[in-house]
């Protein structure tokens, strides 16, 4: 059985499981103690494998081009390409948001339920404090978080991705700066290092379909409760609209721009986004997104080491789509009118937000605040705006996170694609070379 069908299995055998314990009194603490552990494992160690897998293969494959302008052009295409996908993610979320009007109807009930409930959530109050530090910080401060003063620390905290990509980039550029014969025993370093992460990636695979069903068993158990999800039905029934059309649209561009099938793309892409789903984490997802587009989809080592690190932290797609409709919806919901030039505020500032946003559960949430901030939301209301849709965050923040990765992979063929770097699919299996070390 391919990969992509063990993990949907377990993803289904998960859900039907915690569904199952929920009848039972003691089934939420079960899943807790002996199923839950086994999903955090395996986040940790995709995780674990990151840092390593991004400073080997950017090091790598800046330092192959041996052309620094080369890494320029390949620069240049990828940021302008990610800030027009990110803008077509927030114009979805707003056209759709409009038309349909998910907050409209929401009773006063409701409302004050899901306050008495949310408002006053460790989870809301923490993600407010967060998004106003960074909104009383400098205009420049992303810029200057970008550079590290201690690049053993920047390495020890998967939030630091940004200043790990920024070192990759300058030891590589140094690394092309001091000639072949000097440079080459530290390239065959970083060329061992860095199939020797990928190794890493595919033995974690293996235990990836379990992984899942822990995962997913746990994420039902703990679900909130059902009478305010259905509330918020139509709300999360927009957003899950506009990810899927989002995903259409990259289908879309893969079909006439890179003339391949879409079913293709899906089905190769497929073990990265159900392990997106699983884990709400762009970054968690990374090792097993760099592997599948480099060894299953044909994206140059070169292109997808730079790409790919990248787009996990400034290219939020899915979060950016979110942002939009959470922003109007609670704005509806509350009576707070919003004027188009608050809506193209709006598109701006959630552009803005998604750059350098952490490629971690939750960090929607955050950049929302800074969203509704901008458009004179009254600050006495944050956490009555935030509640109303706590409720569904986790299972959204599911689903935005498969088109985060699915837009990750998108431009990475993209930009492989018009710099010539797009060939044949080499697969490499975990057991390739055990007869070598029977």
Request: glycine share 6%; with cysteine; proline share 4%.
């Amino acid at each position: 059985m391919a990969l992509h069908w063990k993990i949907v299995l377990g993803l289904v055998l998960g859900l039907l499981f915690g569904f199952g314990m929920t009848f039972f009194d003691f089934g939420p603490a079960f899943v807790s103690d002996w199923v839950q552990p086994f999903g955090t494992i395996f986040v940790r160690l995709l995780k674990l494998i990151a840092i390593p897998l991004i400073l080997a293969s950017l090091v790598k494959g800046i330092a192959d081009l041996k052309d620094i302008s080369k890494f320029k052009n390949m620069g240049i295409r990828t940021f302008v390409t990610y800030m027009i996908t990110t803008v077509v993610a927030i114009l979805i979320g707003l056209s759709l948001v409009n038309i349909i009007k998910p907050g409209i109807g929401i009773s006063e009930e409701t409302v004050a339920k899901l306050t008495t409930t949310y408002a006053n959530d460790s989870g809301v109050t923490s993600k407010i404090a967060t998004a106003s530090a960074q909104k009383d910080a400098s205009p420049l401060q992303f810029i200057v978080d970008m550079v590290p003063d201690n690049i053993f620390y920047a390495m020890s905290n998967n939030g630091l991705m940004l200043q790990v990509i920024f070192f990759s980039i300058l030891f590589a550029i140094s690394l092309l700066l001091i000639g072949e014969k000097a440079a080459q025993p530290i390239k065959s370093f970083f060329d061992s290092l860095n199939a020797v992460v990928l190794k890493m990636v595919d033995l974690i695979m293996l235990f990836a379909p379990y992984a899942v069903f822990a995962l997913l068993a746990s994420v039902v158990v703990s679900s909130s409760d059902p009478e305010l999800l259905l509330a918020l039905l139509k709300y999360a029934g927009v957003v899950v609209l506009g990810l899927v059309l989002m995903i259409v649209f990259y289908l879309i561009v893969i079909a006439t721009v890179v003339k391949k099938s879409p079913l293709w793309f899906i089905k190769n892409i497929s073990p990265a986004q159900l392990l997106a789903f699983s884990t709400s984490s762009s970054a968690a997802t990374l090792p097993v997104t760099m592997e599948r587009v480099e060894e299953h989809i044909g994206v140059d080592k070169e292109v997808a080491s730079f790409v790919l690190p990248v787009g996990a932290t400034i290219n939020m797609d899915g979060s950016s789509l979110y942002q939009a409709i959470a922003a109007v919806f609670i704005a509806q919901a509350l009576s707070f009118d919003l004027t188009l030039g608050d809506q193209l505020t709006i598109i701006f500032t959630a552009l803005l937000a998604s750059i350098g946003a952490a490629a971690v559960p939750g960090a929607g949430m955050v950049m929302l605040v800074i969203v509704l901030e901008s458009v004179g939301f009254p600050a006495d209301k944050l956490a009555i705006g935030l509640a109303l849709i706590f409720a569904v965050d986790r299972p959204l923040d599911m689903c935005r996170t498969v088109v985060n990765v699915t837009g990750d992979a998108t431009v990475s063929i993209l930009v492989a694609k018009a710099l010539g770097k797009l060939g044949n699919p080499k697969v490499k299996n975990w057991d390739d070379h055990l007869d070598e070390v029977n």
